[in-house]
């Protein structure tokens, strides 16, 4: 298993601005995943995190609204840019573990709970 | 596409009570097949899962079995307690693109009365 934290547990930010949220996996893990999780609403995926590369990107988000990084293969960023109400949400950091085989069990961290203003 | 379609809530039960919360998937080969529960102010957690056609994936006195004749994979529960009480997503891995990544249905909010 992988235990995730993620920083900031919330935040309430000002339109126009820039949050960037962290998260960190006490194992090394293949795969880094980032969703966002709108009031009331399911999981939708925004970028798969991959390490020293650019991320992959799902249909309907951008690189430049969503900037990520993995620099490691236990550490990853997302970056909210030029944020809007609309963006107020829940961002989930995932991640699966080396060894997985048919399926891939993903681990969750508790989320960041955004809200713009 | 991938999709998971499950049913919508809220469903409200009495302790004690019998859970169903069905999910049905659309999806191209043989994907795994997942529950996951959301409790107040948490992330998610894995809850239970099923890798191929009738296994049947249980934890916490959940159940769900992996139907590939129905393409169903329906979340039970014999006596549920109040600490249930929790969001319910059902998911399914799709390997298209060349790498996994988990499909989500809407989620099922359960409310589990004294």
């Known amino acids: 298993s992988a235990v995730i934290s993620q920083k900031p547990s919330r935040d309430i930010c000002q339109r126009g601005t820039s949050l960037t949220i962290q998260c960190q996996v006490d194992?090394?893990?293949?795969?880094m995943f980032w969703y966002r999780q709108q009031p009331g609403q399911s999981l939708t995926l925004i970028a798969t995190?991959?390490?020293?590369?650019?991320?992959?990107?799902e249909s309907g988000f951008v690189i430049d609204k969503f900037p990520i990084s993995r620099p490691n293969l236990t550490f990853s960023t997302l970056t909210v840019s030029n944020m809007s109400p609309e963006d107020s949400s829940i961002y989930l950091c995932?991640?699966?573990?080396?060894?997985?085989?048919?399926?891939?069990?993903?681990?969750f961290g508790p989320g960041t709970r955004l809200t713009v203003l | 596409g991938n999709s998971v379609t499950q049913m919508e809530g809220p469903v409200t039960l009495s302790e004690e009570a019998f859970l169903t919360i069905n999910c049905t998937y659309t999806?191209?080969?043989?994907?795994?097949l997942f529950w996951y529960v959301q409790y107040p102010g948490e992330g998610l957690q894995l809850l239970l899962k099923?890798?191929?056609?009738?296994d049947k994936g249980s934890n916490k006195g959940f159940e769900a079995t992996y139907r590939k004749e129905t393409t169903s994979f329906h979340l039970e529960k014999g006596s549920v307690q109040v600490s249930d009480s929790a969001v319910y997503f059902c998911?399914?891995?799709?390997?298209?693109?060349?790498?996994?990544?988990?499909?989500f249905g809407a989620g099922t909010r359960l409310a589990v009365h004294p």
């Open positions: 995932s991640a699966t573990t080396s060894g997985a085989s048919s399926y891939n069990e993903q681990f």
């Open positions: 194992s090394q893990v293949t795969m």
């Open positions: 995190a991959n390490q020293g590369s650019e991320a992959t990107y």
């Open positions: 999806a191209t080969g043989y994907p795994s």
């Open positions: 099923a890798t191929k056609a009738d």
């Open positions: 998911a399914l891995s799709d390997r298209s693109g060349g790498y996994n990544k988990l499909i």
